[in-house]
């Protein structure tokens, strides 16, 4: 994923007091996306020995936006040598390790970050490769296919409109725009479709709308449900002019053209990033990615109600959902199950797809969905139609054409979790006990973990409803239990309370 354009992190680098002018002319690099002349400037400022924490920083971030996790790795372990380190380094290390594969490394830093930090999203595991593997073995449920109408360039953010593919993509075409991007050479995004039936064939790709694709990037796209509104988002300037930032742009559709003149949304107030927006199928909700202050971390997902043409004061989707990571490109499907891409939640490296249940609406924990749809490369911006069984997304995975690449979806299982929600009492006195442990293990051996009961001598864990599992009830002076949960116990519910009375030995 090109995050410099698609996420576009464009924060203004920390100011460093009395910094020189070499150090600006690294700083202003970095801000302008021109990562490779920033590291160059910021080796030059190593070597002469000035602002080294501050370099080897912006060298390691600047390595991971280009995509290269191997050199990102090499400078954020330089980073975590110093003494003014932002412990937070740990979880951008363990994050590069991973698109490496280097998972029993990646295990360690995940471990400390977690240590030294109040998140609740632990995302620190005991075997990181165990946890993967067992994604890797429920994999049957998808049929995954490389799409024909793919280029050597970038393809990403596919979505449904009548029967059209509609996509964002930097391929070359005389017939939008010649402007080119002077960082990188390459044109400009624009929007294009292809008919659903023609979509192995890119002879039949043609411009979305000559309105609505600008001299800049233009895309990601959704539609209203009346295919008359659309919700794009699009490079601008900052509130104060000094960044260039994304933002959200709602255009109508009068007859069979879309409208020239598309409006900003009301909420974009500062030097912050506003992407990727869906709307529910009622035309009531907006779901977005956003960078601005007061986020668990990069880029966040908020939500945002709609009436009149105007949106609510945004709402973050909470903790269960966001990290210090960023989460992106968020969907909700026609039964309300939230889907988005992650690079702080538990996965496989880079950006991961995840989903989670929504009811009485708040979410419930987030979930991988898992290999195939899932790679140690960047997998993100699903998009299914109305069945919930066929979709789109876009990964940069090895075996495409270029750099993002689309990919079609057959889902034959559906991933479904039930709640488990457990008490623990005493027989004696029927008085919770706290602290016990909890062994849940599949009966196919695939899966095996351990959690603890609190004070109240409640426990709470997901599990998969097509999958049985053996729980054993722990605690000491007390006699052990063994219960069974099967699919069919979990089949007609999506929570299921156990009470668990433990006898006294």
């Not at 110093?82 to 360690?108: S, V």
């Not at 402007?179 to 979509?199: C, H, P, Q, V, W």
């Not at 939640?345 to 009485?360: E, T």
């Not at 998009?383 to 689309?406: E, H, I, K, Q």
Request: a neutral charge; proline letters at 3%.
């Amino acid at each position: 994923m090109k995050l410099s354009l698609i996420i576009a992190l464009c924060l203004i680098s920390l100011s460093v007091a009395g910094q020189s002018k070499d150090l600006d002319k690294a700083n202003s690099y970095y801000n302008e996306f021109n990562y490779k002349r920033a590291i160059k400037e910021y080796k030059k400022l190593l070597k002469s020995g000035k602002n080294e924490y501050y370099s080897n920083l912006q060298i390691a971030k600047s390595y991971s936006k280009l995509g290269n996790s191997s050199k990102a790795s090499e400078y954020y372990k330089k980073v975590i040598e110093y003494p003014e380190f932002d412990f937070n380094n740990y979880f951008l290390l363990a994050r590069e390790l991973q698109k490496e594969k280097q998972y029993e490394e990646a295990e360690l830093y995940l471990e400390k970050f977690y240590l030294q930090s109040n998140s609740n999203n632990q995302y620190a595991f005991k075997d990181l490769k165990a946890f993967i593997e067992m994604q890797k073995k429920d994999s049957s449920r998808y049929k995954i296919s490389h799409l024909g109408f793919n280029s050597q360039y970038d393809e990403f953010a596919p979505v449904l409109y009548e029967d059209k593919v509609v996509f964002s993509s930097n391929r070359p075409s005389s017939g939008i725009t010649k402007n080119k991007d002077i960082r990188t050479g390459a044109s400009f995004y624009n929007l294009y479709m292809i008919k659903e039936t023609d979509k192995e064939n890119s002879k039949y790709i043609e411009p979305f709308s000559v309105n609505l694709n600008s001299k800049f990037n233009d895309g990601p796209i959704c539609f209203e449900d009346n295919l008359n509104t659309a919700y794009l988002t699009r490079n601008t300037q900052s509130v104060d002019g000094s960044v260039n930032v994304l933002n959200l742009f709602i255009a109508f559709k009068h007859g069979d053209k879309w409208s020239k003149k598309v409006q900003p949304i009301n909420l974009f107030s500062g030097n912050y990033n506003m992407a990727h927006a869906f709307i529910d199928t009622e035309a009531e909700l907006i779901y977005y990615s956003s960078d601005m202050p007061g986020g668990y971390g990069g880029m966040d997902l908020y939500v945002s109600r709609i009436k009149d043409g105007f949106l609510s004061k945004p709402v973050n989707l909470g903790p269960e959902i966001n990290t210090i990571g960023n989460e992106v490109f968020p969907f909700l499907s026609s039964t309300g199950t939230l889907y988005f891409a992650s690079d702080g939640l538990p996965g496989l490296g880079g950006y991961d797809l995840f989903l989670a249940k929504q009811k009485d609406g708040k979410f419930s924990k987030a979930f991988n969905m898992g290999y195939p749809v899932n790679t140690s490369s960047d997998d993100f911006s699903l998009y299914l139609d109305d069945t919930n069984s066929f979709g789109y997304f876009t990964s940069n995975r090895p075996g495409g054409n270029g750099g993002d690449d689309v990919y079609s979806l057959i889902i034959s299982e559906p991933l479904e979790y039930c709640q488990i929600k457990g008490f623990v009492r005493n027989e004696a006195e029927n008085a919770p006990l706290k602290d016990a442990w909890i062994d849940i293990s599949s009966n196919k051996g695939s899966f095996k973990t351990r959690i603890t009961a609190d004070e109240n001598g409640e426990f709470s864990y997901y599990l998969k409803k097509n999958t049985s599992y053996t729980i054993l009830i722990r605690k000491k002076l007390y006699q052990n239990k063994i219960i069974t949960i099967t699919p069919q116990k979990m089949a007609s519910s999506d929570e299921m309370n156990i009470e668990i009375i433990l006898t006294e030995k």
